[in-house]
């Protein structure tokens, strides 16, 4: 009976969240509220089926209903604070325009972007002295000793967003395509160079989808064909880098674990809230900055960052093999501070993205503005699945790249300027 009012109340929670979606975008369209949306669907709502389905057809255990119960509320919950808090924070009707930018500007700024991106691949490869995929015997090495230039691998991200400058530069049909091409080779380079890791060449093809969406280039029903080919090319994508040949049930037992922790961990937040937890307040953001300073200039910074994802990882699994595991962003903010520091934080979360639309609806004329918002889509999955405190030093370390290649950029333009 319980099970039973359980899936009831599942299905009324997404259905409120899809007639959310369904509206707001009728009455908008495209908007990084409605990414927001979909991003938690899926995250906390999509796994619950592939978990159902798991405990009903194998020796799968399932946590127990009444702390099911309290994810689905607590996701329900949450994110109708978080709705609330986007309707009425920073509300602006009259939105002013960027005015058009000079277009040597945007195409200096990425050129330095993609410099960037290149030149840190080659380094890491030439520091690992090959592609880690073939080197290393297990995918949980990446994060050992083993490897070199590990810091490298977050200037790798660089390289999308000057795609999308040279995009919205010439959005034509042959643009869309070759940011494909583009960001296919550039992501698969970097998965085989960095071992296994699907970040780049995922987003590569996520950011072509919503491209060819957003430009009319592409239908939705193409869309949700190209996602159900996502979920088949990331489980293949895992089984290459875990190296697992299953053949049978345990195929699809595996495509089932495998493609729910990828895109819904929601049993991780049932995890942490079943844990006795030593609340950590706002230190985890602080420490996640950690990682962003070299051991030479602190010889003293501490080998595991305490970060909400290591906490949840080692104190709460009690797993030490170098993963961190995702606490997701309810998880997170539970690790926190509990519930009130879930409700706190969903409605500072609605009042970020709120802004961050505002910004997208200036930079409607800027190549750059678009670019930068658009390349945040992966901070925004880092937010939902990773939690507030990786976000928020992503987000950052980020922003200050970005905006340091803009300003090179626009000194260059200026001296240019000054011989002509």
């Known amino acids: 009976m319980m099970l039973a009012g359980l899936i009831l109340f599942y299905v009324i929670a997404i259905s409120v969240l899809v007639w959310i979606i369904q509206r707001d975008y009728r009455q908008q369209g495209f908007s990084f509220h409605l990414l927001f949306s979909g991003i938690y669907l899926i995250t906390f709502f999509g796994g619950f089926p592939f978990s159902m389905t798991m405990a009903e057809l194998f020796e799968y255990r399932l946590p127990a209903i009444s702390m099911l119960w309290n994810i689905l509320a607590i996701a329900l919950g949450g994110y109708l604070i978080y709705y609330v808090s986007y309707l009425y924070i920073g509300r602006n009707k009259q939105i002013p325009r960027y005015a058009v930018e000079v277009k040597s500007l945007a195409n200096l700024t990425a050129w330095i972007l993609m410099t960037i991106a290149i030149l840190s691949l080659l380094v890491f ?46 959005p034509t049909k042959e643009s869309w395509w070759l940011f494909l091409v583009a960001g296919m080779t550039f992501g698969v380079l970097s998965y085989l160079a960095v071992g296994g890791t699907r970040a780049n060449l995922a987003l590569a093809f996520v950011m072509f989808m919503l491209l060819g969406y957003l430009r009319r280039f592409l239908s939705f029903k193409w869309l949700v064909r190209a996602g159900l080919l996502t979920v088949i090319a990331m489980f293949l994508l895992a089984l290459w880098r875990y190296r697992l040949n299953v053949q049978g049930s345990e195929a699809f037992y595996t495509f089932l674990y495998l493609t729910r922790d990828t895109f819904s961990p929601w049993e991780n937040v049932a995890k942490i809230m079943d844990a006795e937890i030593e609340f950590q307040g706002l230190m985890p953001i602080v420490r996640d900055f950690y990682v962003y300073i070299p051991q030479s200039l602190w010889e003293e910074r501490p080998d595991i960052v305490w970060n ?12 030490f093999s170098g993963l961190a595991m995702s606490p997701t962003l309810l998880g997170s903010f539970y690790i926190m501070g509990g519930i009130p520091m879930i409700a706190i934080g969903m409605a500072v979360v609605g009042g970020f993205i709120r802004i961050f639309d505002n910004f997208f609806a200036y930079g409607k004329n800027s190549a750059v503005i678009q670019s930068y918002c658009l390349a945040n889509l992966f901070n925004l999955i880092v937010l939902i699945r990773e939690g507030i405190d990786a976000f928020i030093s992503r987000f950052c370390f980020f922003s200050v790249i970005f905006v340091f290649s803009y300003i090179v950029a626009y000194l260059i333009n200026r001296v240019r300027e000054g011989y002509e």
């Open 308 to 319: 909400t994802a290591n906490y949840f990882t080692k104190s709460v699994l009690g797993n």
């Open 125 to 170: 490869m030439l520091l690992n002295q090959g592609l880690l995929l073939f080197k290393l015997e297990k995918y949980s090495h990446i994060f050992s000793a083993q490897v070199s230039g590990v810091a490298l691998k977050r200037f790798f991200y660089f390289f999308l967003p000057a795609l999308l400058i040279w995009f919205f530069l010439k």
